[in-house]
């Protein structure tokens, strides 16, 4: 399986496609939710999980969630929202849209692991608890 | 445009602010920083080689902006990626001083728990020489951080 | 502020009843945001219920909400002074010691992702190789590495770790000996890796099925627990250290206050603590080596 980062600075794509290689996934990459749309036409069936920032130029991470919630095969792929965003009601908003997870930057590559196993049904039980 | 005249809340921002730059410079960055100070000026002027400004909108207004040398900027960046520095171009180092912008703006909001505060996109400065200007009639708070005995500043303007 | 005192007051006698680490004041909006998802996840409209909920939970959603508080995050050969004290004082001790004794045990305590238990078994293969012919092999020491989170544990087991985790202390000797590169990620080598047994763990709970150890590696997390909490664990970590073994604990703590039951001895330019025979824990002691 794959991860799909969508976020407009590359820096964050960057160190999320580092995190991902550490557990052993390719990590596709979207500079926004039009391009992430694009991702998913061709590789949906290959993505375990989208990391998704909420401000970005174009389509924002908002739109983007709420309109892959909305197509036939796109809605079955968990999101984890990676964005600055940390106010109660933006959380809110976004895991009443479908969100899975909902990560604040700046987060820690632990936090970030953890989420992502815990999405990927390997973490939250791992083999050592 | 009216910025912040709430005392408690200049401060419960100030204090986020200085909460936020510390946090994400450890979680980020891995990398400690030491207060160095702090002052009021009239404007909000950046010439230290490499700059992000965010600007807020909405309930209350400002800007908030770092200033840097190009070394400790890309010495940052280079932490944040993993990368030497030597690997970074141009293009590397404003997205990840942009990005450092974005995350210290939006961790002072988070941590001084104000809503109703919209985050610009950032904008990133690297030059050689160069001066930005912010007109506004608000005074601009600056804290000062040092990082291996260089200077790291962020500005609040609200 | 959009968490009030009550619910704050709530989650936070939530964690520490159930994990030991206090949530300090001011850090509404940790709890805010790391615990929202799981809030209107769970169908709850503020934390009260979200608490409520977790009084009647029996498990998962606990060990999400302690997970998702207490995760952490290390690096390699983190505080130069207290590696300096680990591979020019600790580790050639240890090695001493493998050659008169059948076993050598350390246990990483708080290990995180694996960084400290991999550093410490990365630092007594290093002390092996200098020491050339006569050195202890490396089956004779068994490390334990443990942690609350169990995600933590998941990710130390797999051993694999980014580029930017590499890049924050490790040494290039170090890389290229005992990591092998995996497409961007690094991982640990075999060698190193079977010498550390992962389990999560709460310190909470009884020690004695852990055995007893030379030495303990207990860093930076007695700074979470009360001060009743820290007196217990002082007291419980003596108990599981052999007579003539060796505590580490982060540079800015200390067990005075706590106990008394150990000596302070400076290594390198770190603090370490050996148990003192008549200690508190000195029982204990006993019935840990006879196991």
């Known amino acids: 399986m794959k991860l799909l980062s969508v976020d407009d600075s590359r820096t964050i794509r960057r160190v999320i496609s580092g995190i991902g290689s550490t557990l052993g996934y390719e990590v596709l990459e979207a500079e926004n939710g039009h391009q992430g749309l694009e991702v998913l036409e061709e590789s949906s069936h290959e993505i375990g999980l989208i990391l998704l920032d909420w401000n970005m130029p174009g389509m924002d991470g908002y739109e983007f969630l709420t309109t892959i919630k909305k197509h036939p095969t796109f809605k079955t792929i968990p999101v984890m929202m990676v964005t600055t965003e940390g106010e109660k009601s933006y959380i809110i908003k976004a895991v009443q849209a479908g969100a899975a997870h909902y990560l604040t930057k700046p987060f820690s590559q632990e936090d ?15 083999k050592g608890a | 445009m009216t910025g912040i005249r709430d005392k408690s809340l200049r401060s419960a921002l100030i204090t986020g602010l200085d909460a936020s730059v510390q946090d994400i410079l450890a979680t980020m960055a891995w990398t400690s920083v030491s207060f160095e100070g702090r002052e009021v000026v009239p404007d909000l002027l950046l010439s230290d080689g490499v700059a992000g400004l965010v600007r807020m909108q909405g309930d209350h207004e400002g800007m908030v902006a770092i200033s840097t040398d190009k070394p400790v900027g890309m010495e940052l960046v280079s932490r944040i990626i993993g990368l030497p520095a030597d690997d970074l171009n141009t293009e590397d180092l404003l997205d990840g001083v942009g990005e450092l912008a974005n995350m210290i703006c939006g961790g002072m909001k988070a941590k001084a ?45 609200f | ?193 079977k010498l550390v047994t992962f389990k999560s763990f709460n310190l909470k709970e009884s020690f004695t099925s852990h055995g007893s150890f030379d030495f303990i590696l207990c860093r930076n997390v007695l700074i979470y627990f009360s001060d009743d909490l820290k007196r ?60």
């Open chain 3, 232 to 291: 217990q664990i002082y007291s419980k970590l003596h108990g599981a250290l052999q007579r003539e073994g060796m505590l580490a604990i982060g540079a800015s703590e200390s067990p005075r206050g706590y106990t008394d039951a150990f000596d302070q001895v400076i290594m390198g330019g770190a603090a370490i603590f050996r148990p003192k025979s008549g200690g508190v824990g000195a029982a204990s002691a006993i019935a840990g080596r006879a196991r």
């Open chain 3, 1 to 193: 502020m959009s968490i009030s005192a009550e619910e704050f007051k709530c989650i936070r006698s939530f964690v520490h009843e159930h994990s030991g680490i206090l949530v300090g004041d001011g850090k509404e909006y940790l709890v805010e945001n790391r615990l929202t998802v799981l809030m209107v996840q769970n169908g709850c409209k503020d934390f009260i219920e979200l608490h409520e909920k977790l009084k009647t939970d029996p498990g998962p959603l606990r060990a999400k909400v302690i997970d998702a508080m207490t995760t952490n995050e290390t690096l390699w050969f983190r505080d130069a002074s207290f590696f300096t004290a680990l591979s020019d004082h600790i580790a050639p001790a240890l090695l001493e010691k493998a050659k008169r004794q059948p076993k050598v045990r350390v246990w990483s305590a708080a290990c995180s992702t694996g960084q400290e238990p991999y550093s410490v078994a990365m630092l007594l293969d290093h002390g092996r190789r200098r020491m050339g012919a006569g050195a202890p092999p490396l089956e004779k020491f068994e490390i334990l590495a443990t942690d609350i989170s169990p995600s933590a544990i998941y990710m130390a087991q797999a051993a694999r770790y980014s580029q930017l985790a590499i890049s924050r202390g490790m040494r290039p000797a170090f890389l290229d000996r005992y990591f092998e590169k995996k497409g961007m990620a690094y991982e640990v080598r075999p060698e190193i890796r």
């Open chain 2, 113 to 157: 728990g104000i809503g109703g505060v919209q985050l610009s996109s950032p904008v990133a400065i690297v030059g050689r020489e160069y001066s930005a200007l912010w007109k506004t009639h608000l005074k601009t708070e600056i804290l000062s951080y040092a990082l291996d005995k260089r200077l790291f500043r962020v500005h609040a303007c």
């Open chain 1, 112 to 126: 970030m692991v953890a989420r992502i196993l815990e999405t990927m049904g390997m973490g939250g039980q791992g």
